[in-house]
């Protein structure tokens, strides 16, 4: 199947959006073989800032609608105290959000960017996709996210090369209570990075610490500016350490 004759067959949609590539290209698509569609971001502590800010930026120069639902994840104990299927519960109850505002609002179908190359296997949020019957086009279209990427270069999307990014919970081994103080604290230090320049990384939290995942080729430049770095990152940790096992890139 292609796009096209996805969309051709369901016109009227709604859209789980978050700003990221996958999102933002199934937006343009949409859009580009004329469905009508509106695209539902729902804000939790767990998006940084700026993924709001892409999500309105990309919205508005597509003039497609956009939705903004709120909801604070962590009043559901089961995300709070950060379990092995997480991301199961996290997912169910920002989808069942949208389905709730998107019914109400008229809209049949729901669908989300999830591509090709994610892995079933990998992604316990996908087991509430499937429960609340979230239509995925580019999975079932067979389109990978490397092709994501191509297309959104042509079609000239800004999010083309944008880094993949996993929301903040990540950034916090599985067990440890999350909390709104380090999310903040990682969102906070994650910024403090970009500012310097570095792309691509993760901030993970160590115990006290915070530890640093970079591509291979940033990690000499990091260390030559880890004084920069310290400095940076000590309103949020007293301690920063730098993980030699270079971050894999996206495909890798």
């Known amino acids: 199947m292609e796009l096209s004759e996805f969309f051709a067959e369901n016109p009227t949609v709604a859209l789980g959006f978050s700003g990221g590539v996958d999102s933002a290209f199934l937006l343009w698509a949409a859009l580009h073989y004329g469905a009508q569609v ?102 079932e279209c067979g389109i990978t996210k490397k092709e994501v990427r191509r297309r959104s270069r042509e079609v000239g999307l800004f999010t083309w090369d944008k880094p993949a990014y996993a929301c903040l919970a990540t950034r916090i081994p599985t067990g440890r209570t999350i909390t709104h103080s380090l999310l903040e604290r990682v969102e906070q230090s994650e910024d403090a990075l970009f500012q310097l320049g570095f792309t691509d990384f993760r901030v993970r939290v160590l115990g006290d610490a915070a530890r640093l995942q970079l591509p291979e080729d940033q990690l000499q430049t990091a260390l030559d500016r880890r004084e920069e770095i310290r400095a940076a990152l000590a309103p949020a940790f007293s301690q920063v350490l730098l993980d030699l096992e270079p971050r894999k890139k996206e495909g890798e």
Not at 88 to 96: E, G, V
Request: charged share 30%; hydrophobic share 35%.
């Open 38 to 139: 509106e695209a539902y971001y729902v804000k939790t502590p767990f998006q940084p800032r700026f993924e709001l800010e892409d999500a309105r930026k990309l919205a508005g120069q597509l003039g497609a609608k956009m939705t903004v639902l709120e909801t604070d994840v962590l009043d559901l104990p089961q995300v709070a105290c950060n379990p092995g299927d997480r991301c199961y519960h996290c997912k169910n109850a920002i989808f069942s959000l949208i389905r709730r505002q998107a019914a109400a609002d008229g809209w049949p179908v729901l669908i989300d960017g999830t591509n090709a190359s994610d892995d079933a296997g990998d992604r316990p949020g996908m087991k509430a996709l499937r429960e609340l019957e979230v239509r995925s086009p580019l999975r």
